[in-house]
C-alpha cells in the first residue's frame, strides 16, 4: 500500500474508488482544452486573426460621448446600425467621419475595457460592440 499525504487522501480515495488513472489523466486534458478559450477580452487579440476580406460597408461618424477603438468615432451600416469598435485588430489607428469603409467584424459582449473612460450626460446611440477584423476605404463609383 502506497503511503499518501494526508492533504491529498479524499483526492486520492475519490480517483482510487471512482476513476481509474487513465480516466483522470483524461478528465485533466478535456478540462485543459476547455479552459483555453478566446472569450475574454485580453484573448481576444492574441486568439482572432485579422481577415483580409472586408465585405460590409460602412460609414465612420463621431459620436458625440462616444467611447472605443477609435475613440468617439463609429461605423455606421446602410441600413442606419451603429458598430461600436470594442477591439482593433488591424493596423488602422484612426477613423475619419464621413469616410466610408469596407470592414470585417465579429461581435462581442462589452467588458470593462473602457470603464475608466470619461462619461457625459449625452445619451449615446443603441449599438452593437464589434472586434474590427478588416478594414480598407471602400472605393467609390462617382
Known sequence: MKIIPSKYAPLWAVAKSNLSGWYVLLALLFLSL??????????????????????????AERIMCGYGAF?????????????????????????VPGQKYKIAFKTVE???????????????PVSEAIVLTCISPAISNN
Open 34 to 59: 476547455f479552459m483555453s478559450g478566446c472569450e475574454k477580452g485580453e484573448e481576444i487579440t492574441e486568439c482572432w486573426e485579422p481577415q483580409v476580406n472586408c465585405s460590409v460597408e460602412v460609414s
Open 71 to 95: 475613440n468617439n468615432v463609429w461605423l455606421k451600416t446602410a441600413d442606419g446600425a451603429y458598430l461600436q469598435p470594442w477591439y482593433n485588430l488591424t493596423e488602422q489607428k484612426e477613423l
Open 110 to 124: 462589452r467588458d470593462d475595457k473602457y470603464k475608466d473612460v470619461f462619461y457625459c450626460l449625452a445619451a449615446v
